[in-house]
């Protein structure tokens, strides 16, 4: 009988280098598209799929997750004096919507040091692995099917999602079979490649269902650069003795992991909005026009 899944790994130690000078003393996990954070989007995510057990996986630096999970009797009492009832229900949702488990990541490893860092909460339990900072489209499925394929098969399933052949360097790409619509056996794994050695365009998107044998392989892996223990390198080790599955997700994945794509997602987020896209969508219109006026200057 397959163990039901009950818990999610959220890795969200890194220092977000990109961003600095900005995560010097903010999470960029905590950086807001509008409104909410994007944590906030990959654990209601995981609430959608019925994982209420999230492991986050802490440095020093990331306080502020902490708070923001947490009960605020201050502001929810200025909220309520405010008569701002629709704010305050806002964060009372908040501060119960997970059972929320730390664990420290001391020294930054690389991801599979992270994935590692929560085996003594996990336990010899399958879990899922969230990234935080891949946001996937609203009304997404993927947890669901994913726990639905790993229910059915009972092996190790991570989710693919297709990029352009220019892209596939960005990414840890696999080589698979497809076995039925969309659902495939992993052959390999590549951590990106040139498009020209690329063995497809299908690119892991950063969402995962692992056995805990994932664990043993993780501590078999041998440190690269950096001293770094990557989770592709581990999956790679599984796969010489367990099948490992992939499911190509459909809906779009947005990722906020650097400042560009970040401000896509903020842009695109905001003009699926009604009470944002009136007044910002002609604003960008007049805006694209006038930067493009004075790129074609001569």
């Known amino acids: 009988m397959v163990q039901k899944i009950r818990k999610a790994v959220l890795p969200v130690a890194g220092w977000g280098t990109r961003f600095l000078p900005a995560t010097k003393a903010m999470p960029k996990e905590m950086f807001p598209i509008i409104d909410k954070p994007v944590i906030q989007f990959i654990v209601e995510e995981l609430l959608e799929a019925g994982i209420e057990n999230v492991i986050f996986v802490t440095g020093r630096h990331k306080r502020p997750i902490e708070h923001h999970f947490d009960i605020n009797r201050d502001l929810e009492n200025h909220l309520q004096e405010a008569g701002k009832e629709e704010a305050l229900n806002s964060i009372r949702y908040i501060s119960h919507m997970i059972n929320p488990i730390y664990v420290r990541q001391k020294d930054q490893l690389g991801l599979g040091h992270a994935v590692l860092t929560s085996e003594p ?128 997700i459909e809906g779009k994945v947005f990722d906020t992991g650097n400042p560009v794509d970040y401000l896509k997602t903020i842009c695109e987020f905001a003009l699926k909005r009604e009470d944002i896209r009136e007044e910002l969508l002609p604003y960008l219109q007049e805006t694209i026009s006038r930067y493009t006026q004075l790129i074609d200057k001569p």
């Open 121 to 248: 909460v996990v336990g010899a339990e399958p879990f899922i692995v969230s990234l935080g900072d891949i946001v996937l489209e609203k009304g997404s499925k993927t947890l669901c099917d994913m726990i639905d394929l790993f229910n059915r098969l009972g092996k190790s399933v991570i989710a693919l999602f297709e990029v352009e052949n220019r892209e596939v360097s960005k990414y840890g790409i696999v080589k698979v079979k497809e076995i039925e619509e969309g659902v495939y056996i992993v052959e390999d794994l590549v951590e990106k490649p040139s498009p020209e050695t690329a063995p497809s365009n299908l690119a892991i998107v950063g969402r995962y269902i692992f056995t805990p044998r994932i664990f043993d392989k993780l501590k078999e892996t041998q440190p690269g650069k950096g001293g770094e223990i990557q989770l592709t390198d581990a999956m790679r080790l599984l796969l010489e003795e367990e099948v490992l599955y992939a499911y190509r």
